[in-house]
């Protein structure tokens, strides 16, 4: 096979990343958007010398678990993955990756990971579930333009909504679009660094608020006024339906709120990371609130800018009660909670336990977490801003102890420093949340050979439609004593 050979073949499983895999005269092909018992017409895209990689050309018989994709660009997108399959076959999917990671990175048997698997929690509904959409805006042929990033690329798929985002989010950007078009803004190129408009963020709560957030090229706000041709502020009316000039109170700019509080985000740096260091509120508060079922009562939560919360909240109540589950609280325990954002995990513990600690870097989210603790009542826990993998093997080494731990680490995974902290900690009980299996798996191996086993491991869909999922694991105690563990530790450190 080489590139651009036109090959015909039938779909026999899929790839972790969704890809359908085939082959044709024994050698392997990996073709984005083609699913299980597709019979399909492609042409390789890269070849190597034992497997390669097609575009999807044509599907000549569909599979039994194809349907028709809802959104109109979903294939160019490429955000939604998995919309052409059966909603129940991406549960089985998605379940059968957790497994295989388990087995392959984690070093379980096929019947070990049998035996602690416990069938994924779907959403009930599959769709508008995100409150939080970062969209990138850009020029083309001489418009604003806004939509999703191709594959692989810093390439703008123009769009106008998203049908995993909240209804409501179309129409907040097609007003920064016409207001852009019509003030003769800028948005921004990445290839040339000009332009000020980078991204729109908006996030939303189920109570109807939302937060929007401009993010520019700009270094400070009067930098960013310029750029706007001063006209920010008649920008910040449309959005809130609260004219600030007397030219758009004329134009009829401040009729219909689209959203409750605007900020600005200065971000000057030649990056594709999204936001910069520096937020500005123009209007509102600077934050949304959103409630979360937490069992026995509501909890609340302030949700800024940069602050991380699970995006589909009520796939997070599940999430966070399976979490719990496993936790096995009484209302005596001792509770670290790395990595914990604005205090989500760290609430609904605070609920059932008798101290819980949170340990989280983006001061912002800190800040929100311990405002969260103070508007729910709570005073059993508190919130400390730094590494999680400087804070934790601390603690441990002025010999604290944790009766229960919960992480919740971004895509990379923990440190290995963090783990053998958590087990000189010799908790009972530790509760491990990730959305990469794949890297879990690798922290569950290192957790296996300081004696600490994995007893439930349950998926829960946050993301339909994509190929991710987040993953909930108890682990606790098995053959290796805490005292070897503590050994090994005092001698390392």
């Not at 709560?205 to 090229?217: H, Q």
């Not at 758009?248 to 594709?272: H, I, K, Q, S």
């Not at 910069?276 to 302030?302: H, K, N, P, Q």
């Not at 290995?416 to 958590?422: I, K, M, Q, S, V």
Request: contains cysteine.
């Amino acid at each position: 096979m080489k590139k651009n050979d036109r090959f015909h073949i039938v779909i026999e499983d899929l790839g972790e990343n969704g890809e359908g895999i085939g082959r044709a005269d024994g050698y392997t092909l990996f073709v984005k958007g083609a699913l299980i018992g597709d019979e399909i017409e492609g042409v390789c895209t890269k070849a190597q010398k034992s497997y390669g990689f097609g575009r999807l050309l044509r599907v000549v018989k569909p599979g039994p678990d194809r349907v028709e994709a809802r959104c109109p660009v979903a294939g160019p997108c490429g955000g939604c993955q998995l919309q052409c399959m059966d909603y129940a076959a991406q549960l089985a999917f998605k379940e059968r990756k957790v497994r295989e990671h388990l087995v392959r990175i984690g070093g379980m048997s096929p019947e070990e990971a049998d035996a602690v698997m416990e069938p994924i929690v779907g959403a009930e509904d599959p769709w508008r579930y995100r409150n939080k959409a970062q969209v990138p805006f850009a020029r083309k042929d001489g418009r604003t333009v806004y939509g999703f990033y191709a594959g692989r690329t810093h390439s703008v798929i123009e769009r106008d909504d998203c049908l995993i985002e909240q209804e409501g989010d179309a129409e907040i950007l097609r007003a920064v679009r016409d207001f852009c078009d019509e003030a003769g803004v800028a948005a921004y190129d990445e290839e040339r660094h000009e332009g000020l408009l980078r991204h729109v963020l908006i996030r939303s709560s189920r109570s109807g608020e939302r937060l929007v957030c401009l993010v520019v090229n700009a270094g400070t706000r009067k930098a960013a006024e310029r750029g706007f041709r001063h006209r920010l502020a008649e920008l910040v009316g449309r959005l809130t339906g609260e004219p600030r000039t007397e030219e758009a109170d004329a134009a009829g700019c401040g009729a219909g709120a689209l959203c409750t509080t605007v900020t600005l985000n200065l971000n000057p740096n030649r990056t594709n990371v999204i936001l910069g260091d520096e937020t500005v509120v123009l209007a509102g508060s600077g934050y949304i609130t959103e409630r979360l079922d937490a069992g026995d009562r509501a909890l609340e939560y302030r949700i800024s800018t940069r602050s991380f919360f699970q995006v589909n909240p009520a796939q997070t109540e599940k999430l966070y009660g399976t979490a719990m589950e496993f936790a096995g609280l009484t209302g005596r325990e001792t509770v670290w909670d790395l990595y914990c954002g604005t205090g989500s995990i760290s609430l609904f513990a605070a609920l059932r336990a008798g101290q819980v600690h949170g340990a989280e870097i983006i001061e912002d989210a800190v800040r929100d977490a311990r405002e969260n603790a103070r508007m729910n009542g709570v005073e059993n826990a508190d919130f400390v801003c730094g590494r999680a993998e400087d804070i934790l093997p601390a603690e441990a080494a002025k010999g604290w102890r944790a009766d229960v731990i919960i992480v919740d680490p971004p895509r990379k995974g923990c440190a290995p420093e963090l783990l053998d902290a958590a087990c000189v900690m010799r908790p009972e009980r530790i509760v491990y949340v990730s959305c990469n299996s794949a890297t879990l798996a690798r922290d569950i191996a290192l957790l296996r050979e300081k004696g600490y086993v994995p007893r439930r491991v349950r998926p829960v869909d946050m993301f339909p439609m994509t190929v991710g999922v987040e993953t909930v694991v108890l682990l606790s105690k098995g053959n290796i004593s805490s005292e070897k563990i503590r050994e090994e530790f005092t001698s390392s450190h």
